[in-house]
């Protein structure tokens, strides 16, 4: 009989969510903090999210940082680390989507770590603690609103990478759908799928008898499904809402407790990311198929309970379970190889593998036992034409 992995669970992140969440803000951030606000390029001085957060902030001392980049990186993170300390500054705020919250958890350790800040993002350096981090969330996708992972690129070498920082999952998270109104369709599509990777990626390993995480786990990607089979009613509030609250689900942990997990598609669709500037929820669509091919053997049970759950498959296999995952992400105009996408290097698939090298990811092992030819014919089934 197949059973669960023991396991703990606490996640402490307070989520305000609605139309009037933002309400909560003035209370939420501790009075007599000295607050860094920290924002991407702008999007919330077109949308209104500027005005209400400093409104409601209006009783706060605040100093602002703009500027984080999509795939934020180290160099601009580390100019707000100074600013935190010259301004002695003891609470982060995000607000902005998982780049800007991913920025933050960063910026609230290092502010409080000595060494070189890269120890951190390469987990070199154990977290033990940081400043107090909040979010205001702007897009749905990442969930990094209310988990501990964060990602980083140093832009000097092209180097993405994930780490985790209990100590700056953040103490509360806004989700106010409404603010996902100004989002363009891309945004929006990639949300989908990211949402519906981090599912799979808890999910599409082998059946172990938890009908409590796989009930769930379905239930979130049938309702992702859903919207992308009803996304020509995207700016309705009722759609925006479901977006908002799946892709929090998919990545707030719960699905993933007691599972045997693979995040291996993670891993490696990173490194497009980092040498090809995709959009993170576009690399998973190109290197996912390829290795569920690859891989389907060790994830047969699990890829034909999903086609039967999720696509309502009569007679579901592995091979037509894949299809229907592609066929999904081609509604919402995904690549499904590198090929569909700007990025035209003919020596692609060597640079990845490199880099997967590079950063110990080209032989994953896990459940499906990814050794380095494994990884090699992924690699290239995604890359090369
Ligand atoms: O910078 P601004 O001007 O704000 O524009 C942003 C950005 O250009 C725009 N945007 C955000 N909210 C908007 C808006 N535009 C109009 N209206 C709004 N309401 O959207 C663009 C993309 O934003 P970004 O934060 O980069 O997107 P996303 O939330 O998809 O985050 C991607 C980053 O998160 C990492 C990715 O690797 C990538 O670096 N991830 C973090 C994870 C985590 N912490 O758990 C897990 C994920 O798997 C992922 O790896
Ligand atoms: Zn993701």
């Not at 969930?143 to 985790?164: P, Q």
């Not at 799928?193 to 990607?221: I, K, N, R, W």
């Not at 995709?278 to 290197?287: E, K, N, P, Q, W």
């Amino acid at each position: 009989m197949p059973h669960l992995f023991d396991f703990s669970y606490h996640n402490p992140t307070q989520i305000h969510f609605g139309l009037n969440s933002f309400s909560k803000l003035k209370e939420l951030v501790p009075q007599g903090a000295r607050v860094l606000m920290l924002y991407g390029g702008g999007s919330i001085k077109k949308n209104g999210v500027y005005e209400q957060v400093t409104q409601a902030l209006s009783g706060h001392q605040v100093v602002e940082f703009a500027g984080v980049e999509p795939n934020p990186t180290f160099e601009t993170l580390n100019r707000a680390v100074d600013l935190v300390r010259t301004e002695n500054l003891d609470f982060i705020l995000a607000v902005g989507g998982g780049s800007v919250s991913d920025g933050a958890k960063y910026i609230a350790c290092a502010a409080l770590y000595d060494g070189d800040g890269w120890d951190i993002v390469s987990s070199k350096h154990k977290v033990e603690r940081a400043l107090p981090v909040g979010v205001v969330l702007t897009l749905a996708a990442t969930g990094s609103e209310s988990n501990a992972g964060a990602v980083v690129t140093r832009a000097a070498n092209h180097e993405k990478r994930v780490f985790y920082v209990q100590p700056a999952r953040p103490r509360f998270a806004i989700l106010n759908p409404q603010v996902l109104a100004s989002l363009p369709d891309r945004q929006l599509e990639n949300g989908v799928v990211d949402a519906f990777v981090h599912v799979c990626e808890q999910y599409l390993t082998y059946p172990v008898g938890a009908l409590v995480q796989d009930g769930y786990a379905e239930a979130v990607m049938r309702a992702l499904k859903t919207l992308a089979d009803t996304f020509e009613q995207r700016r309705d509030i009722g759609w925006l809402q479901n977006l908002m609250w799946a892709a929090n689900q998919a990545l707030c942990g719960i699905i993933g407790v007691g599972v045997p997990t693979d995040w291996a598609t993670h891993r490696m669709a990173v490194e497009l990311t980092a040498l090809y500037g995709i959009d993170h929820g576009r690399t998973l669509a190109i290197i996912q198929p390829a290795l569920l091919r690859e891989t389907i053997e060790a994830k047969r049970a699990k890829l034909e309970q999903m086609g039967r759950a999720v696509f309502g498959l009569t007679q579901p296999s592995a091979e037509t379970t894949i299809a229907a995952i592609e066929s999904f992400y081609r509604s919402l105009n995904m690549p499904l190889h590198l090929g569909d996408t700007d990025a035209n290097d003919p020596e692609a698939a060597t640079r990845v593998m490199q880099a997967l090298r590079d950063h110990g990811n080209a032989a994953l092992g896990g459940h499906a036992e990814l050794d380095e030819a494994k990884t090699e014919r992924i690699i290239r089934a995604a890359c090369c034409k």
